[in-house]
C-alpha cells in the first residue's frame, strides 16, 4: 500500500490543473530551468518561497534553513549560491526573514536545545553584535522583531563576501543582493532596504540598514 494517499492525490489534482491551463507546462521545465532569482529563507513551512511571490516552478530557485543563514563554510548554501550564480546566472538573490521566526526566538535565550544550539549560534553572534541596539527596546516582542530584521541585513552581508558573489561582481556580471522580511500575520513582504549590486557598496548599505533599524526604535 502506497503510504500518505492524500498527498499523491492532491500531487495528481496539481499536475492535472497545471497542465490544462498551460498544456505544455511540463515539457517546456524539462528543456531547462532559466530563473532569475535565488530564495534564501527560513524552512518554517509557513513562509513557501514561490506561493509568497507567486511564482511557478522554474522561476526561483531556492535554499532554505532554520532561519534563513548563510554561514561562510556552509557547502550547502554556498553550493545552491554558486550554482544559482554561475550557472543559472541569476540576476537576484533574495535573503528572506519572517517575524516569528522560532529559530531566531530560540536564539533570544541561551537555554541549551541540543545539536541546533551549534546552528544557532550564529544567531546569537548576531544578537551580541547589536546587544547595545536590542537592550534599548523594552518589549521583549518588539526585541524579538528586531533580532528578526538584524538577522536577515547580517546574512545578506554574509552572501555578499561569499567568493561566489564577489568574483561574479569583479567580473562585471549582474547580480543584486536583497534583504526582506516577511510577516505571518497578513502575508505581506517588507524590503529592509539593503539592496546592494557590487562591492563597494557593502559597507554603506550595511551601515544605513543598522542605522535606520536604530532609528526604528
Ligand atoms: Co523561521
Known amino acids: 500500500m502506497r503510504l500518505l494517499p492524500e498527498l499523491f492525490q492532491k500531487n495528481r489534482q496539481w499536475a492535472e490543473k497545471v497542465r490544462s491551463e498551460h498544456p505544455d507546462f511540463f515539457t517546456k521545465l524539462t528543456q531547462q530551468q532559466s530563473p532569475h532569482y535565488l530564495w ?21 530557485f531556492v535554499h532554505r534553513n532554520v532561519a534563513n ?14 550554482y544559482a550564480v554561475c550557472v543559472l546566472k541569476v540576476e537576484h538573490i533574495i535573503v528572506c526573514g519572517h517575524y516569528g521566526c522560532g529559530g531566531v526566538k530560540a536564539a533570544q535565550h541561551d537555554r541549551h536545545l541540543g545539536l541546533i544550539d551549534n546552528w544557532l549560534r550564529h544567531i546569537r553572534d548576531v544578537r551580541w553584535k547589536h546587544e547595545p541596539m536590542l537592550q534599548r527596546i523594552e518589549s521583549e516582542q518588539r526585541r524579538f522583531d528586531k533580532l528578526c530584521e538584524l538577522n536577515v541585513i547580517e546574512q545578506v552581508n554574509n552572501v555578499c563576501s561569499t567568493t561566489i558573489v564577489q568574483q561574479a561582481w569583479a567580473s562585471g556580471q549582474s547580480l543584486a543582493v536583497h534583504g526582506w522580511i516577511y510577516r505571518l500575520e497578513d502575508g505581506l513582504l517588507q524590503d529592509l532596504n539593503t539592496l546592494i549590486t557590487n562591492s563597494d557598496e557593502i559597507s554603506s548599505v550595511y551601515r544605513l540598514a543598522i542605522e535606520q533599524e536604530a532609528q526604528k526604535l
Open 40 to 60: 534564501i529563507g527560513c524552512a518554517d513551512s509557513r513562509v513557501p518561497a514561490n506561493e509568497i511571490i507567486g511564482l511557478l516552478p522554474g522561476e526561483v
Open 69 to 82: 543563514v548563510v554561514i561562510h563554510t556552509d557547502i550547502n548554501a554556498l553550493s545552491c549560491i554558486e
